[in-house]
């Protein structure tokens, strides 16, 4: 009996895997898609075959999820085979939406990575001092790894794409809304961000604290204060980067009294998220002097990891802090 359930496929490039713990955390709600689809790849849980795929015609498939940045030949290659075999292509959280955490590697370069993976990590022994290369022969038999590239992509650096399911890992009711929109075919305009068009301080309770007169006199790290859990982070000195990021997460952080690091990146109309963000929090510096300003700045450890966590391969930055 040949079945009529739309097909989706699930996939993960340069990822860590939370996304696709977020999957399974949609709980008694993943049985319901279960039920309304027909899964045809999901390589972290069940066995197709990229030959299964390849098979398939144009647009069989309805609705592609991939989660993960781009940095290999294998990510890409399988992402325009997916492109080319479904009907819509969701990017499916930070990573894919805008680099995150993996887009980090682009403010160094391939071959520091390479140095730090396999010569100077303290707990690395590599007395022959290899490192992989593309092909190989093992036992007489030849191997071909991907290549990596010298940078990390966001998905549609690579393919073109349809929505974007932001977050670090997206929140379950987002992936059940986003699900049940695509099933019903009630979707936003092609590129829409599923999720709130609001900055995350608009929906945050503790913006109601905030005094507009109050200025950041000193910066602490959130290991370094106990953060009163009624006032916004900023006043307290915190960097929040809940005026330059979207909302639609429930305030997941902010209610765990911690501060937004920005996964569900900017608001539409904001191209860069770590400009927007220095822009804000700058704004609140008790400064009145260059050399107070270039003080109270040199507090922020790791600003590029601070400002821009998830977005370096979206931002402006992108491509032009690497070399070879
Ligand atoms: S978005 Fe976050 S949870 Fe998802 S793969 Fe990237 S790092 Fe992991
Ligand atoms: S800066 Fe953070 S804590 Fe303050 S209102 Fe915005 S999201 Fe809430
Ligand atoms: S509060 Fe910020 S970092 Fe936390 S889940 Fe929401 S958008 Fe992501």
């Not at 030959?51 to 940045?69: D, L, P, Q, T, W």
């Not at 325009?80 to 819509?88: A, C, N, P, V, W």
């Not at 590129?191 to 200025?215: I, Q, W």
């Not at 790791?302 to 391969?313: E, H, L």
Request: proline share 6%; hydrophobic share 40%; net charge negative.
């Amino acid at each position: 009996m040949t079945t009529t359930k739309p097909k989706v496929a699930f996939y993960w490039c340069a990822s860590c895997g939370g996304c696709e713990e977020a999957i399974v955390d949609l709980n008694a709600a993943l049985l319901n898609v279960a039920e309304a689809v027909e899964i045809v790849l999901w390589p972290v849980a069940l066995d197709f075959k990229y030959h299964h795929i390849e098979a398939m015609k144009e647009n069989e498939i309805a609705v592609s999820f991939i989660n993960g940045a781009i940095r290999t030949d294998e990510q890409a290659h399988v992402s325009e085979l997916l492109r080319e075999k479904s009907g819509l292509v969701v990017a499916f959280g930070s990573c894919s939406h805008m680099g995150g955490i993996p887009g980090l590697a682009n403010l160094t370069s391939r071959g520091e990575i390479m140095n730090r993976s396999y010569h100077d990590s303290p707990t690395v022994e590599n007395a022959a001092s290899l490192e992989p290369s593309l092909t190989s022969n093992a036992l007489g038999v030849d191997v071909t790894l991907p290549a990596f590239w010298a940078q990390v992509h966001t998905l549609d650096q690579v393919i073109d794409v349809d929505y974007y399911l932001p977050g670090c890992p997206p929140m379950p009711d987002g992936i059940a809304d986003a699900v049940n929109a695509i099933l019903t075919g009630e979707l936003p305009e092609k590129g829409a961000v599923l999720a709130s068009d609001k900055a995350l301080c608009d929906s945050c309770e503790r913006r109601k604290t905030k005094d507009p007169r109050k200025r950041i006199s000193k910066i602490y790290r959130p290991h370094q204060i106990q953060a009163d859990p009624n006032v916004c982070f900023l006043e307290q000195g915190i960097i929040c980067c809940g005026p330059a990021t979207r909302g639609g997460c429930n305030e997941a952080c902010i209610n765990g009294n911690m501060p937004c690091t920005g996964c569900y990146g900017p608001p539409s109309g904001v191209t860069d998220q770590g400009a927007k963000l220095l822009a804000a929090i700058s704004s609140l510096f008790d400064a009145k002097t260059k050399d107070e300003s270039v003080a109270l700045a040199e507090q922020i450890t790791d600003p590029a990891g601070t400002f821009y966590r998830y977005a370096v391969p979206a931002s402006t930055l992108a491509m032009k802090v690497t070399k070879e």
